[in-house]
């Protein structure tokens, strides 16, 4: 099964940005979509960006316009660019890697907070 190491959180002023990171331990185009959930306690897990085998990106609409997912094929590596952060986007962030023949793999999460 893959191993995906989230990286980059932290605490960060609103209107601030930050950058999480996603490295997986294979090639990340050996999975149909790569993605970001966040979850903050006592709620459900909430979908924030995901990333096609093909390079299609999609975005909840709380963070359109505002993240942008991306990835780099030579490092197995997904990023999540954050910017103009403010406190509801405070939250742990899971990376994610879905094989539609196998399922779904997460991270560990990584936690973002947001306050001044």
């Known amino acids: 099964q893959v191993q995906l190491v989230e990286s980059g959180g932290g605490l960060v002023q609103p209107g601030g940005s930050l950058r999480l990171s996603c490295a997986a331990s294979?090639?990340?185009?050996?999975?149909?979509?790569v993605g970001w959930y966040r979850q903050v306690p006592g709620k459900q897990r909430e979908w924030v960006a995901t990333i096609t085998k093909s390079g299609s990106r999609a975005y909840a609409d709380s963070v359109r316009g505002r993240f942008t997912i991306s990835r780099d094929n030579a490092k197995n590596t997904v990023y999540l660019q954050m910017n103009s952060l403010n406190p509801g986007d405070t939250a742990v962030y899971y990376c994610t890697a879905v094989d539609y023949s196998v399922g779904d793999s997460w991270g560990q999460g990584t936690q973002v907070t947001v306050s001044s």
């Open positions: 294979e090639s990340i185009l050996s999975f149909n979509t």
